[in-house]
């Protein structure tokens, strides 16, 4: 089976080299969607991971052990941008500045390369007009 998780490496846990364990201690592939690393060498990461599910979840215990945050990714952000009325609430939440008012027209602007589909932003919309697409 196939799991999309999103994943935060903390800065002590940065040098692991996630992909190879993952294959060699659990038998997963780990196909790496989107990743960033921040100025302070936090790094995050879309993930999919691939193979038996009791092994993904062994895999996910494990990797939670060694302080890395495990979320479920259920699919990509969509914004409904007829009903968006660029409150800005979502830009608050938001940890990799996917989402930004533009300082010009003070639209909201979804720069999805950035998203980590980590949902934050979803529940903040006053008018639902975030959602994933899964
Ligand atoms: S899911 Fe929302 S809050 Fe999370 S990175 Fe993507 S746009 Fe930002
Ligand atoms: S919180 Fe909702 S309405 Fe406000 S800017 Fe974000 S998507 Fe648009």
Redesign the pocket.
Known sequence: MKKRVTITVPRNAIRIPLTYRLEKDFNIAANIIRAQVAPNQIGKLVVELQGEIDRIDAAIEWMRMGDIQVFSASGE?VIDEDSCVDCGL?TG????E??VLDPVTFKLN?RRS?????????PTCPVAA?STNL
């Open positions: 952000i979502c939440v938001c940890p990799t996917a989402l979804f950035r998203c980590i589909v980590c949902e934050q932003c979803v975030i």
